[in-house]
Structure formats: C-alpha cells, structure tokens
C-alpha cells in the first residue's frame, strides 16, 4: 500500500468514528419520534390558514402517523417487559428440575 491509500483508509475510519459518535445520543430516541419533533417544529408556528393548507394537512397526517408507530413500538416494548416480569416472577419450584 502506498501512502495515499493508507491516509485515505485513516480518513475513512476517523469519518466512521465521527458519524458513530454523532448518532449515538439519537439512538435511544426511535426514528418516528425524531421525525415527529422535525414536523412538530415545521408546524409550530402555523396559523389557522396554514394549518389547512394541502401541506399543512399533509404535516398532520404525517404526525398522526408517527404517532401510531410510536404507540406501536412502546405497546411491543411494554409486551416484552410484561413477558420478562412474568418469566421472573414465578416462583420455582424445586421438583421442577428432578
């Protein structure tokens, strides 16, 4: 390898670090309720007219919809917390492993 190619790898593997590093505090966050935030911030400042303008209808179908897909993920979360309570509690029995 040349020199070239390995300061273009470094390059590469420093930019990788950098966009990890830039994602990291967003991924606790899911992607609908980042793009709710972005179209809640777009419609914040609408008025009456804007609001019921095609885009400003399409914005809150757009909100309803990311709405729905958050209820989902948390209702999925809750079913696994639900399922992983309920493996923890039972109380175990010793004649259950003879």
Request: glycine share 2%.
């Amino acid at each position: 390898m040349d020199k070239m190619q390995v300061l273009t790898n470094i390059k590469l593997q420093i930019d990788e670090l950098l966009l990890a590093e830039k994602k990291a505090p967003t991924d606790t966050l899911s992607d609908n309720i980042v793009k709710f935030e972005k179209l809640q911030e777009t419609s914040k400042y609408y008025n009456e007219y804007e609001t019921f303008t095609g885009y400003g209808i399409r914005n809150l179908k757009d909100k309803f919809e990311c709405l729905l897909k958050i209820a989902k993920e948390q209702n999925n979360r809750i079913i696994e917390l639900e399922k992983n309570v309920e493996i923890l509690s039972k109380p175990k029995n010793p004649f259950d492993e003879l």
